[in-house]
């Protein structure tokens, strides 16, 4: 079951990029000061994840994203040092700030704001953009959350977009977005077993009942569902090709569970663009999740590691 590709382009478009920002303290006193000992800021977003992975993996990603104010140039500046490629989209608003506050124990609490209010024009400045670059063969990576003023069924509109000139989409967000993209069929989803639960409206309390939700999810794109289940690894299935496989994850102890899953998608697209059967799709996707893991939040493996 080979899917070959004629110039393997993968464009990672990510909506609602962030300054990612943590916090480290000792512990966390609830009603009480708490000290922040030391702060780290980086480009993030589950988008930019995707293609900062895809490309240590070896691949080559296009990156595009819409920036703005302050906080936009500041997150420019990270990628120009990481020496990440990107197109930038400018924006009116300025780009958001997650924060994210670890522990000494490694406990994480997570606090992301919604992100800039885009516009009609910004919006038709993205689906331009976006056509200008796709090529038939190509694969479009959609990961992340909306932005306000985006229309819910955004990510369908770039699917279908994707559809007209033979390219492939992948797809990770979730609520509202994630139920819009599964009708326009992209090519492969990526959700956790939350996500998976909430797009089935009821929840998903053993393998047999979140495998059975993945087929039916299946069964609505025609195409491949990938569900990241942390520590018990993942499931992919297409109820097309009679496909159903599992791959656990590897027993490690988690430095950061930030962008496992981004890290996942990566491998994955980077098995797509080589051609690699279904089941190596997994075994890579898996892999690379495990070894997100064993990083700090924003960064990488070590090279031969």
């Known amino acids: 079951m080979k899917f070959p590709l004629r110039k393997p382009v993968t464009l990672v478009l990510a909506l609602n990029p962030c300054i990612d920002a943590e916090w480290r303290v000792a512990d966390v006193q609830w009603e009480e000061k708490n000290l922040v000992e030391s702060e780290r800021r980086w480009a993030g977003g589950k988008g930019v994840n995707v293609a900062r992975w895809l490309r240590c993996l070896g691949g080559r990603p296009q990156l595009l994203l819409p920036l703005g104010g302050a906080t936009g140039r500041e997150f420019a500046a990270h990628l120009r040092r990481e020496g990440l490629p990107c197109q930038v989209l400018p924006l009116r608003d300025p780009t958001r700030v997650n924060v994210l506050i670890t522990t000494a124990a490694g406990r994480q609490l997570r606090f992301n704001q919604s992100g800039p209010l885009l516009g009609d024009a910004e919006w038709r400045a993205i689906l331009r953009r976006t056509r200008a670059v796709l090529r038939r063969g190509a694969l479009l990576i ?3 959350s909306l932005p306000r003023g985006l229309p819910a069924d955004a990510c369908a509109q770039l699917t279908r977009l994707a559809h007209r000139v033979g390219a492939r989409t ?8 994630f139920a819009a993209a599964v009708v326009a069929r992209p090519f492969l989803v990526k959700p956790n077993e939350h996500e998976l639960a909430q797009w089935a409206g009821r929840p998903l309390r053993s393998r047999k009942a979140i495998r059975a939700a993945a087929l039916k999810l299946s069964q609505t794109t025609r195409g491949w569902v990938l569900v990241s289940r942390g520590p018990r690894g993942a499931l992919l299935v ?3 090709e009679d496909f159903c496989a ?7 102890r988690a430095v950061n569970t930030l962008g496992a899953g981004d890290a996942m998608l990566a ?3 980077w098995a797509i663009e080589r051609a690699l059967e279904p089941e190596e799709w997994l075994q890579q996707g898996v892999l ?3 070894a997100a893991t064993q990083c700090r939040a924003g960064e990488l493996p070590e090279r031969g590691r």
Do not use: F, I, K, T
């Open 142 to 144: 959609l990961s992340g």
């Open 170 to 177: 992948l797809v990770d967000c979730d609520g509202a977005a």
């Open 238 to 240: 297409n109820a097309q």
């Open 246 to 252: 599992e791959a656990p994850a590897a027993r490690v």
């Open 267 to 269: 491998a994955v697209a």
């Open 288 to 290: 690379a999740g495990s």
